[in-house]
């Protein structure tokens, strides 16, 4: 009686709750996982394709938080389950195959979102005194946890008729603007953070190029200056149009293959 009772959609389970076990059993609704979906940048990805009628794996590093990043999503009547997933632990990207691969047996769209500012202070040039610590929590998280993250997903990227890599980079990466004599970016010539970005957008140009000839297609998104915990108070864009760059770029059904952009506008690598 009890096991008859657990599997019955009884009047407990709640509308949005079914709405998601229907999205999971059918095959055109397109699956999402972003990292960093508990807040910020992230948050409004996740809600922005959860918006647009894709199921959303919100994955956030802490357990609790990515249960209730899910929650807010489904409490909006989006599809959406929560996933812990430190990006920088390898058990955790181990678990998060695992478990995209028996709940969905596929992924569409990966946003490569999660990211930190690793640096005592924000702006000035600090080449000269950056310490190692910073540049190697930086790289952890920036930029080796997406390679690794992005490696163990690509069999269900694959398995996907239009697979889409969103790498969440900054135009602080630029070499180029930061090679310019008066570079717009010349006030933040912060190492560890931006040569981070600068190689996430290797890993970019290097992937597309690995992909070229499948459905795959990864790019780097730079979504403006936005006021989150990272971009701070003095941030120009509100978080809603700080996720369109990443939202446009996963949706988009002729997105380029290994472009770097903000809102469309090309950027120089
Ligand atoms: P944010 O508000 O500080 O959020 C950062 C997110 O990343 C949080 O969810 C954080 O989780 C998560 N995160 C950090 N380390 C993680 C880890 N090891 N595992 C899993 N999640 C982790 O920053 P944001 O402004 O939304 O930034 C999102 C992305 O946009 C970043 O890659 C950033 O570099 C990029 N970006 C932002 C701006 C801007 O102006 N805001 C500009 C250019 C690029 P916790 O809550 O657990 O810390």
Sequence with gaps: MRTRARFQAGPDISETRRANLRS?????QKIALVTGANR????????QLGQRGVTVIAAARDQVKAQQAAGALQAEGISAVGLKLDV???????????????RFGRLDILVNNAGIFAEAHFGGNNSTTVTQAELRRTFDTNFFAVIELTQALLPMLGRSPA?????????????????????????????AYNSSKTALN??????????KGTHIRV?????????????G?????????GAKT???????????NGSYSHLGAPLPW
Aim: aromatic fraction near 4%.
């Design 24 to 28: 999971m059993s059918n095959p055109t």
């Design 40 to 47: 910020g940048i992230g948050l409004e990805t996740a809600r």
């Design 88 to 102: 920088t632990s390898t058990a955790d990207i181990q678990a998060a195959a695992r478990f995209t691969e028996e």
């Design 163 to 191: 697979g889409r890599i969103v790498n969440l980079s900054s135009i602080l990466g630029s070499l180029t603007l930061h090679a310019m004599p008066d570079s717009p970016i010349a006030s933040a010539r912060n190492l």
């Design 202 to 211: 290797a890993f970019t140009i290097h992937l597309a190029d690995a992909l």
């Design 219 to 231: 790019n780097s998104a730079h979504p403006g200056w936005v006021k989150t915990a990272l971009g």
């Design 233 to 241: 108070e003095a941030a120009p864009m509100e978080i809603v149009d």
């Design 246 to 256: 990443s939202v446009a770029l996963a949706l988009a059904e002729d997105a380029p």
